[in-house]
């Protein structure tokens, strides 16, 4: 089983809502990431837990908060976005980090902010 | 730092012929190199990969060869489909010792097959 399952697969928000994108994985992986992608453009990386530790943030604006339960769950809360915040967010997960190997893809959450 | 640069497109060819798209990477050490696929809509796809100098990657018809002479990474495909309309993107993978982690990609190549 390779997969990595994303709810909600569409969202529509306002700008003073808050919601909550989810992600979650069965391989054992213990590392996870948040990509933001937009149209016609590579997946831009967010953010990277390891262990359920944040271990990367690429300097992404507070309105963007993840979170990680336990090792099969990833959330990335969301409030106050503007427009330009929307976006294809896809989640990834390998089995560890820094070790060379290949991320596997959800199908990802198209946001659009309103 | 890291990077891969491979042909953007469109690539337009016809149901049947050869497919090659270009893929170059710029790495400090040994990386594992991959193609992903994204169909509209959707999410990106491993397609195949390759972890070491001449190994060869494939899947679906779809193979690459790590050729580390030339730092690069070509795909190819004998004989397209229709259904292989897609984008795709090559990436790569190498741990860097307290960098930024992550796959680094390149640009994504539009592959339009008709009929």
């Known amino acids: 089983d390779t997969e990595v399952t994303q709810t909600p697969k569409h969202l529509v928000m306002g700008m003073t809502n808050k919601k909550s994108l989810k992600c979650e994985q069965h391989?054992?992986?213990?590392?996870m990431y948040w990509y933001k992608q937009k149209a016609k453009k590579p997946p831009e990386l967010m953010f990277v837990?390891?262990?359920?530790?944040?271990?990367i943030n690429e300097s992404v604006p507070s309105r963007f908060s993840p979170e990680c339960p336990n090792s099969s769950l990833l959330n990335l809360h969301l409030h106050a976005l503007q427009p330009e915040d929307s976006a294809l967010y896809l989640c990834?997960?390998?089995?560890?980090?820094?070790?060379?190997?290949?991320?596997?893809f959800g199908q990802g959450t198209r946001l659009t902010v309103v | 730092g890291n990077s891969v640069t491979q042909m953007e497109g469109p690539v337009t060819l016809s149901e049947e012929a050869f497919l090659t798209i270009n893929c170059t990477y710029t790495?400090?050490?040994?990386?594992?190199l991959f193609w992903y696929v994204q169909y509209p809509g959707e999410g990106l796809q491993l397609l195949l990969k390759?972890?070491?100098?001449?190994d060869k990657g494939s899947n679906k018809g779809f193979e690459a060869t790590y050729r580390k002479e030339t730092t690069s990474f070509h795909l190819e495909k004998g004989s397209v489909q229709v259904s292989d309309s897609a984008v795709y993107f090559c990436?790569?993978?190498?741990?860097?010792?307290?960098?930024?982690?992550?796959?680094?990609f390149g640009k994504g190549t539009h592959l339009i097959i008709q009929p």
């Open positions: 391989m054992g992986h213990r590392a």
């Open positions: 990436a790569l993978s190498e741990y860097s010792g307290g960098g930024a982690d992550g796959l680094t």
């Open positions: 990834a997960s390998s089995r560890r980090q820094n070790s060379n190997t290949e991320a596997f």
């Open positions: 790495a400090t050490g040994y990386p594992s």
């Open positions: 390759a972890t070491k100098a001449d």
């Open positions: 837990y390891s262990y359920e530790k944040l271990s």
